[in-house]
């Protein structure tokens, strides 16, 4: 899928049906920087969107996934396409948190060992000793970087105000306070900061 192409027929077909951004946000109770953001390819309708949206385009959800009207022909063979794009990268975002969980897992097991054997083995000179502490400090560090750097880059965060999903800094990610699954964050459509949820799809 291209949110460019998408982007750009919504546009198309919006001007066609004479309506502004704002009196089309207004029909789907959205904010026109909403529908301003997708005609900028900046990101796809939000699932619940897409069929009232459609409605409004006068096209179907395929169309608006494939960014072009569809010859009848060829329909079924888009629709498999845009299936499976959506699939893969739900996928792979989950293939992402499970490899950043076990890096941290990896990352604590290595510390712990490291702090058994510096406790235990009595034999040890003290500088080696705090050589396996430090070293096994070092490892959780990269762990929770390597996981940080996973987590923030699979999938995107849901303004609950709003409904717009959008990727933070990492620096927003880091400092921000957050719980399982939602995450203290700035909208950058509305500007509120609300605990957003966790989403695996864009
Ligand atoms: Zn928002």
Redesign the pocket.
Known sequence: MDQIKTGQFIAKLRKEKNLTQRQLAEKLSISDKTVSKWECGKGLPEVSLMIPLCEELGINVNELLSGERIPEKSYHEKAEENIMSLVREKEENKKKLIISSVVVCMGAFTMFVCGMIAGLVETLAAPVRIMLIVFGFLIVATGIAVACVLDRDSGTFE?R????RFVPTMKEYIFSTHGLTTRKLK?P??G?V?NCKKRLTK
């Open positions: 303004c105000s709003c409904g717009q909208c459509n509305c509120k609300t």
